[in-house]
């Protein structure tokens, strides 16, 4: 299976390339070839399968002629060696947990499959890998304990200081070993934009081999479908066999990798887009016009995306056809305020907490249940543990929240992490010397 961008299909690449290129040079994103139809027999039987056994036949589909079959399977049972299950709240609706991995967001999935597949590719003696990531909170834990003990590669975590929550500030910060953190004394803006000055500079590109871990790469996309296969899975062996997912939705990457999933033969009866404030997609399936905007902040401040990076993915999957995917895919907003009602709703309903992008997702599905009167089962996908985003719940909601023991280990750690100004000589001279 090759690669192309989705700028030139004539511009083609091995997995390997696409892994280490991150981006095609023409600012396209990385697409596989042919969408692979997963054999019925399998989709049929998925029930009798388990999340591992799952995540190597749908990667499998995509990358046998890349990675051998037994080196494949060891790769996933390393990178989805958590699970991702779905919690029933009522008769025909679940809340997919997709925080059970060691940052406690579902950036683990895609984390720790791209640092296996690097690790994988690294192993022949080449050149330390050093990735560079800038971080508003949670991609940085992710990443980093992603490749937290992967041999020959080397992190740098660029973060704004004071302006990430104090359970991710631990995350980044305590691991050692093979990552390293840096307070940057500015925005998450200037994080991304030394990050961006270091790669296009000569210099830092002969002395290392310099690569990025954003959201963008298509190996952190492929075992995002993983977890909708699954969940599937579990709903069939609850009778079900229609399916409506709720995505809380920033950079669009998470939903993209569940509508490959739908290309792939995934049956999803409908997908919905959930965001925050920031509502490019859903402003463009109703008017058509696709535009832009500078970010807003929000409560649920993983999805402040004005120009969501995976949206051309989507709509390559969609041959550029608004209408059929419109058929497939709706799209709703939610301001703060409904976010905190929805918060509150779902304690009250269900007993359940749930962060501020899980409980958009669940709005999400209340507003198309009255919408469609439609009552399929729906599953809304819950990307992070509460815990991460303290400062969004009233106080009562939040002394309820369980933390879990991952988190009560790292607090205990001593704080790690270089201060530097947002001066790229000063960035760059770090690299250097360090
Ligand atoms: C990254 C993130 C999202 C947004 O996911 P996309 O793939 O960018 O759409 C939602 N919720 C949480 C908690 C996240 O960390």
């Known amino acids: 299976m090759q690669f192309y961008s989705t700028n030139n299909k004539d511009l083609r690449v091995s997995f390997k390339e696409a892994v280490f290129n991150s981006m095609p040079l023409d600012k396209g994103l990385y697409m596989p070839e042919v969408i692979p139809q997963l054999p019925a027999s399998f989709i049929d039987n998925i029930e009798k ?16 002629d890349e990675i051998p079959a037994d080196d494949l399977k060891a790769l996933v049972e390393e990178a989805a060696n958590f699970d991702a299950p779905a919690v029933p709240l009522d008769d025909n609706t679940f809340v997919l947990e997709l925080f059970h991995g060691p940052s406690l967001a579902f950036k683990d999935f895609g984390a720790r499959f791209m640092s296996r597949v690097m690790g994988y590719y690294l192993k022949d003696g080449e050149q330390l890998l050093d990735v560079l990531v800038a971080t508003s909170g949670d991609t940085g834990g992710a990443v980093a304990l992603g490749f937290l003990g992967v041999p020959n590669t080397r992190v740098t975590i660029l973060y704004p200081k004071g302006k990430v929550s104090p359970i991710q500030e631990q995350q980044l910060t305590t691991l050692g070993q093979n990552i390293r953190a840096i307070e940057v004394d500015g925005t998450f803006d200037d994080c991304q934009a030394l990050v961006k000055q270091a790669f296009a500079d000569e210099e830092l590109n002969q002395k290392f081999r310099l690569t990025s871990a954003n959201s963008i790469n298509i190996s952190r996309l492929i075992p995002q479908t993983f977890y909708y296969f699954n969940a599937y899975a579990q709903l069939k062996r609850k009778g079900f066999k229609e399916v409506v997912f709720s995505v809380p939705s920033g950079n669009f990457g998470n939903i993209g990798a569940g509508l490959l999933a739908y290309k792939m033969g995934l049956p999803v009866k409908q997908f919905i887009a959930a965001t925050n404030a920031n509502d490019t997609v859903p402003r463009f399936l109703e008017t058509g016009v696709y535009e832009t905007k500078p970010s807003v902040q929000t409560y649920s401040n993983a999805m402040d995306v004005g120009a969501p990076s995976n949206w051309v993915r989507i709509m390559d999957l ?67 543990h509460a815990c991460k985003f303290p400062d969004i719940f009233p106080p009562l909601l939040a002394s309820k929240i369980e933390i879990p023991l991952s988190v009560e ?15 790229f000589a000063g960035f760059k001279s770090y690299l250097l010397h360090h």
């Open 409 to 423: 280990e790292l607090s205990g750690r001593t704080k790690q992490a270089d201060e530097l100004k947002t001066d």
């Open 318 to 384: 969609f041959k550029q056809d608004t209408k059929v995917l419109k058929e497939v895919v709706t799209a709703y907003r939610f301001t703060d305020e409904e976010t905190l009602e929805g918060i509150k709703d779902i304690a009250e309903k269900y007993d359940y907490i749930a962060c501020p992008h899980t409980a958009i997702a669940y709005l999400a599905v209340e507003k198309f249940r009255q919408q469609t009167e439609d009552e399929s089962a729906a599953v809304f996908l819950s990307t992070a």
């Open 49 to 64: 399968y388990s999340l591992t056994e799952i995540a190597y036949e749908v990667a499998s589909a995509l990358l046998k």
